[in-house]
């Protein structure tokens, strides 16, 4: 890569929305304080250096608010602030935007070649992951997304004991992940009309089960309810089910159910309420994201501005014992992973064997926009399916790789069939 230079990646950040305060804010704060240091790449600096976003003012209100936690850097917003950021000598772009923008600001990312890591869900349809594995393959740079659920020591510890074959043949399973009000009705407010819980969230159960159990991807069918956060005809969906069937390879099927909504109550005593079972041939896993944790009451505060059950395994601020206030946890951990496999790619070696690290780092499949095609096949059919219930058009299903179509929408009331993908998913 020609911007490159020295032992330093310099980052470009394309929306500074609520997940960028989560997540993106103390990483780049805690790098800025310490750096990065690993025995392949040595030590690197990583500085974010341009920002881009609709109106500027988030990131302005971030510039006044960090102070010298964090690194001059350049704000760009309006239409073009996506192409300013990418003159501004950037290594690689994090893309942090609503789910059905992620496509356009991922393309220009690659087409600069720069590295990509894009939140999940990558994109909504197969014909636009293949436009960027085609362009981060040309460019030669590194094209990941952000599945932070993946990195839940709970989740961790169930793919341990799959792997390890404790846990064998998983043949059903539950999952459930209901988020507060606020999320759609004031969070998101600006960009949730025509939109659905299910892309926004499912999408890391979608992964979860895709990469830890693995199979083929067989049958798609979802369908949701709306009413509150939109007309009760309208595209704007309050809540959705889901269901996925893979084929095991060995004559035996796993079906799976996703629940997901963005109307719970705000006083609901945990910020997200995530529960989940998946069944074997031998034993059964439970987990419930409540449960495991604290129970805490402040008078005043909670329910509301502080939760009773609090998801510390996340990105939670605490008061280290030697005094520094930072904020750790599995969603910070999933972007300086990233950033460690670009440093590992530009930095690791050689520049001749580049090309070798390049596919090494590539063929880590829990964040490869190459390994994601079941799951954005799974959303592709979400969304299509959801389309067509709310045009009058109901239970839906789309079939993967059937009959020679990569995925068809197969339609109940008139037994036709809607070809959405025609490639091998």
């Known amino acids: 890569m020609g911007t490159v230079g020295g032992r330093s990646l310099r980052a470009g950040m394309v929306g500074t929305g609520m997940i960028f305060d989560d997540t993106y804010r103390p990483f780049f704060e805690r790098a800025r304080l310490e750096g990065m240091h690993g025995r392949r790449f040595g030590a690197i600096e990583v500085p974010l250096v341009a920002v881009a976003s609709r109106t500027g003012k988030r990131a302005e209100a971030y510039r006044s608010a960090a102070g010298d ?38 393309r220009k990312v690659l087409a600069a070649g720069k590295h990509l890591l894009v939140e999940k869900p990558s994109v909504l349809s197969l014909q636009e992951l293949d436009e960027l594995e085609r362009l981060a393959k040309e460019k030669g740079v590194l094209a990941k997304v952000v599945y932070h659920k993946l990195l839940d020591p709970d989740h961790k510890k169930l793919r341990t004991l799959v792997a390890d074959g404790l846990l064998r043949h998983a043949n059903s399973g539950y999952c459930s992940l209901l988020e507060p009000r606020q999320v759609s009705g004031s969070q998101f407010a600006e960009w949730i009309t025509g939109r659905n819980p299910g892309t926004y969230v499912a999408v890391h159960y979608i992964k979860l089960i895709d990469f830890t159990f693995g199979g083929r991807l067989k049958t798609v069918a979802c369908t949701g309810q709306r009413g509150i956060v939109g007309a009760s005809g309208g595209t704007t969906w309050d809540s959705t089910q889901l269901r996925l069937i893979y084929d095991r390879g060995d004559g035996r099927e796993a079906a799976f159910d996703i629940h997901t909504s963005w109307v719970t109550p705000d006083n609901f005593p945990g910020y997200v309420e995530q529960e989940v079972q998946f069944r074997f041939d031998n034993g059964v896993w439970n987990a ?40 750790r946890g599995y969603g910070v951990e999933a972007i300086e992973r990233f950033v460690r496999e670009v440093a590992t790619v530009e930095f690791g070696g050689p520049a001749d064997g580049r090309p070798g690290r390049l596919a090494e780092i590539r063929a880590l499949a829990y964040d490869d926009i190459c390994a994601d095609r079941q799951t954005v096949a799974a959303v592709h059919a979400m969304e299509a399916i959801l389309a067509r219930h709310a045009a009058g058009e109901p239970d839906c299903v789309a079939r993967v790789n059937h009959d020679g179509r990569g995925l068809a929408l197969l339609r109940p009331g008139d037994g036709g069939v809607d070809v959405l993908y025609e490639g091998t998913v």
Do not use: Q
């Open 69 to 106: 936690r964090i690194g001059a850097f350049e704000s760009f917003s309006g239409e073009d602030a996506l192409d300013r950021l990418l003159g501004a000598g950037v290594d690689f772009v994090c893309v942090a935007t609503p789910d059905d923008r992620h496509f356009a600001a991922a």
């Open 288 to 327: 419930h994201g409540r449960r495991r944790g604290v129970e805490c009451t402040i008078e005043g505060k909670t329910p509301v501005e502080v939760k009773i059950s609090m998801n510390n395994h996340y990105s939670a601020t605490c008061l280290e014992p030697w005094g520094e206030r930072s904020r």
